[in-house]
């Protein structure tokens, strides 16, 4: 008996090499730490190396995000671990989080000499606008290439309007959109 035929073809990730995954999130460390990180690495990942597609990327971006933890090492720590098993995993948690511990001290040395004055808190709130702006940014960029379905829009504007406007409780929300969310997709799949 023949099996059915999947009209979806897998396709495995590249062989990539350890130094290269290293490298990509030392850069990544390097450049940008906490708000935006996802659009860095979505761009170092899947724009720049091409080593995870656009759907994978999301799908990754996804479950990182749900998660405990900081999303951008669960990120990397999912994307090491799809592309070179349990040693991708850790060489990507370490390549992401060294640039961000050794600036912090850098910081802290710079920072207790520096927050006399008013230009510090300046320049600290730049930063702050930059990553809000880095994630809007690709909030706004995963949003284009998602399906537009009413459910989904529905379930996302409603976790939106439930954590910010009205300010209840994340993880309550998040455990009750879940279920709702995989009951919406499987009645689309189903339609």
Known sequence: ???PVDDRIAISP?????QALLASFLRLGTSSFGGGMSGW????IVERRQWLDEDNFLKTLTIAQILPGANPVNLAVYIGLKLRGVVGAAIAFVGMIAPAFVAILLIRLVYVQLSPYAETHAVLR????IGI???LAMGIKTAKRLRRETASIA??????????PLHWPLIPVVAVA??????AAFLQARS
């Open 155 to 164: 379930i996302a504007l409603s976790v939106f309007v439930m954590v910010g």
């Open 133 to 135: 702006a880095s994630t």
């Open 178 to 183: 879940i279920p709702v969310s995989i009951a």
């Open 41 to 44: 690495t979505h761009r170092e």
């Open 126 to 129: 730049g930063f702050a606008c």
């Open 14 to 18: 590249p062989h990539v090499r350890l």
């Open 1 to 3: 008996m023949d099996k």
